[in-house]
């Protein structure tokens, strides 16, 4: 059984410059392995919590020392000079050790750091690579690799809110590889900018995940210009490929009260606007289309849609298995946004994977808002056979380092993408425009 000979741990800055945390973890046989864990910007009110410093004067109370200091001391007072059979008892003594529903106590900054350096570590001890770790540990037998889902135009919290909804993404359909995919965004993403300059007078400035962010007057205006993109690809939506959405419907809703732009709607009416949204774009996914809290609209909302577009819940499930076991029970989603920081540890994330897929859902990897170049979400994302990552744009390192492991393993494997997971059977019709 492997023995952890020391856990350290450094305070590293994220894609935004805000700080982050980066763990180390060095077997008793030398052998050692690092990982850096992410932080979002669109947080879902039941994510685990990060632990921050709250000292006003240093990064506005952003800092990572105490999850530094915790892993180096207490975590690794625990951990070191012991031997673990397995990732889950790993977890599982960190989970213990912290305490608390939340990890608030060490962190889930510091948990997962320590939960992923410990597996990286073990893949390197074996000689083999990560996304083959990781799938053997959890009985996936990975033969193929996530299909991307890549941000094109951003508003919401990536973007300074100039329109409400979060994301419009690229969602290629048909490349088979991961190289023919990342090539037919490439083209999309320079027509899109060449459409802000002519448009908005827009160069290309980006938002947190690498998006495209003029300042479109309304949302018809950025779903359009996403439209028009495709074609002067010279792509057919629906057919090459089409579009996603990520509403982040929770930060503009109050009082039972969808607010966007001069709309004030309930539930029912901004389902229905979500309905002709679908009806007349290329719209085969809706992330996070309603708040977290409208359970009953979420109902709703997949009763309409689920036959047709997958219904992504994010903020509404945060990785967490009792949340996911509610929207089972109460069929208000089809498919899982899945982020490892949002629990806190693999093996919890991999529980909540495992409760999707035994529902039929489909599971979608997702990178966070801050990132860093660390690209285990990858090796994740293919060794326990999602079928879609979200990384972010075609752009910046933190986005990039992941495509080009992705490039990596599909070099070394020969695997093709993953079929889209789309309940509707002809693509083609969704959202046509004429």
Same mark, same amino acid.
């Given at each position: 059984?492997?023995?952890?000979?020391?856990?350290?741990?450094?305070?590293?800055?994220?894609?935004?410059?805000?700080?982050?945390?980066?763990?180390?973890?060095?077997?008793?046989?030398?052998?050692?392995?690092?990982?850096?864990?992410?932080?979002?910007?669109?947080?879902?009110?039941?994510?685990?919590?990060?632990?921050?410093?709250?000292?006003?004067?240093?990064?506005?109370?952003?800092?990572?020392?105490?999850?530094?200091?915790?892993?180096?001391?207490?975590?690794?007072?625990?951990?070191?000079?012991?031997?673990?059979?397995?990732?889950?008892?790993?977890?599982?003594?960190?989970?213990?050790?912290?305490?608390?529903?939340?990890?608030?106590?060490?962190?889930?900054?510091?948990?997962?750091?320590?939960?992923?350096?410990?597996?990286?570590?073990?893949?390197?001890?074996?000689?083999?690579?990560?996304?083959?770790?990781?799938?053997?540990?959890?009985?996936?037998?990975?033969?193929?690799?996530?299909?991307?889902?890549?941000?094109?135009?951003?508003?919401?919290?990536?973007?300074?809110?100039?329109?409400?909804?979060?994301?419009?993404?690229?969602?290629?359909?048909?490349?088979?590889?991961?190289?023919?995919?990342?090539?037919?965004?490439?083209?999309?993403?320079?027509?899109?900018?060449?459409?802000?300059?002519?448009?908005?007078?827009?160069?290309?400035?980006?938002?947190?995940?690498?998006?495209?962010?003029?300042?479109?007057?309304?949302?018809?205006?950025?779903?359009?210009?996403?439209?028009?993109?495709?074609?002067?690809?010279?792509?057919?939506?629906?057919?090459?490929?089409?579009?996603?959405?990520?509403?982040?419907?929770?930060?503009?809703?109050?009082?039972?009260?969808?607010?966007?732009?001069?709309?004030?709607?309930?539930?029912?009416?901004?389902?229905?606007?979500?309905?002709?949204?679908?009806?007349?774009?290329?719209?085969?996914?809706?992330?996070?289309?309603?708040?977290?809290?409208?359970?009953?609209?979420?109902?709703?909302?997949?009763?309409?849609?689920?036959?047709?577009?997958?219904?992504?819940?994010?903020?509404?499930?945060?990785?967490?298995?009792?949340?996911?076991?509610?929207?089972?029970?109460?069929?208000?989603?089809?498919?899982?946004?899945?982020?490892?920081?949002?629990?806190?540890?693999?093996?919890?994330?991999?529980?909540?994977?495992?409760?999707?897929?035994?529902?039929?859902?489909?599971?979608?990897?997702?990178?966070?808002?801050? +990132?860093? #170049?660390?690209? *285990?979400?990858?090796?994740?994302?293919?060794?326990?056979?999602? =079928? !879609?990552?979200? %990384? &972010?744009? @075609?752009?910046?390192?933190?986005?990039?380092?992941?495509?080009?492991?992705?490039?990596?393993? +599909?070099? #070394?494997?020969? *695997?093709?993408?993953?079929?889209?997971?789309?309940?509707?059977? =002809? !693509?083609?019709? %969704? &959202?046509? @425009?004429?």
């Amino acid at each position: 059984m492997p023995e952890i000979k020391l856990l350290t741990a450094l305070e590293i800055l994220d894609s935004r410059g805000r700080p982050t945390v980066q763990a180390t973890c060095v077997l008793a046989d030398g052998v050692s392995a690092s990982a850096s864990v992410p932080s979002g910007a669109s947080r879902g009110t039941a994510e685990a919590t990060e632990l921050r410093d709250g000292d006003p004067h240093r990064y506005r109370g952003l800092g990572c020392r105490k999850a530094v200091e915790m892993i180096a001391g207490e975590v690794n007072e625990a951990m070191s000079k012991r031997s673990f059979s397995n990732q889950e008892e790993l977890d599982r003594e960190l989970v213990a050790l912290d305490g608390t529903a939340s990890k608030s106590r060490l962190g889930a900054n510091s948990t997962l750091a320590v939960s992923l350096a410990f597996a990286r570590a073990i893949a390197h001890q074996q000689g083999i690579p990560l996304y083959q770790h990781l799938g053997r540990n959890w009985n996936s037998e990975p033969s193929r690799v996530p299909r991307p889902i890549i941000n094109l135009f951003s508003g919401g919290k990536h973007a300074g809110e100039q329109v409400c909804i979060q994301d419009v993404l690229v969602a290629p359909l048909s490349p088979e590889t991961i190289d023919e995919a990342l090539a037919m965004t490439w083209e999309i993403y320079q027509c899109a900018a060449e459409i802000c300059l002519e448009r908005y007078g827009y160069r290309s400035l980006t938002a947190d995940e690498g998006g495209l962010a003029p300042a479109f007057p309304e949302i018809s205006n950025m779903l359009e210009d996403a439209v028009d993109a495709l074609r002067r690809a010279g792509l057919k939506e629906g057919k090459d490929v089409a579009i996603a959405l990520d509403v982040a419907a929770s930060h503009f809703y109050s009082n039972q009260l969808y607010r966007f732009g001069n709309e004030k709607l309930e539930s029912k009416g901004f389902i229905e606007c979500i309905r002709a949204w679908t009806a007349s774009y290329p719209i085969v996914a809706v992330e996070d289309g309603l708040a977290e809290e409208d359970w009953n609209g979420w109902t709703e909302l997949y009763r309409q849609l689920g036959n047709e577009v997958l219904v992504i819940g994010d903020d509404l499930l945060c990785t967490n298995p009792d949340r996911i076991r509610k929207a089972i029970r109460k069929k208000a989603a089809n498919a899982l946004l899945l982020k490892v920081n949002q629990i806190g540890t693999l093996t919890e994330a991999a529980q909540a994977a495992q409760l999707a897929r035994e529902a039929g859902w489909s599971i979608v990897v997702s990178a966070r808002s801050g +990132e860093t #170049e660390d690209h *285990w979400l990858a090796d994740l994302a293919t060794g326990w056979s999602g =079928d !879609l990552i979200k %990384i &972010g744009s @075609i752009t910046q390192s933190e986005r990039l380092a992941k495509y080009n492991r992705l490039l990596a393993i +599909e070099k #070394e494997t020969g *695997w093709k993408l993953a079929s889209w997971p789309i309940k509707g059977s =002809d !693509l083609a019709a %969704i &959202g046509e @425009i004429s």
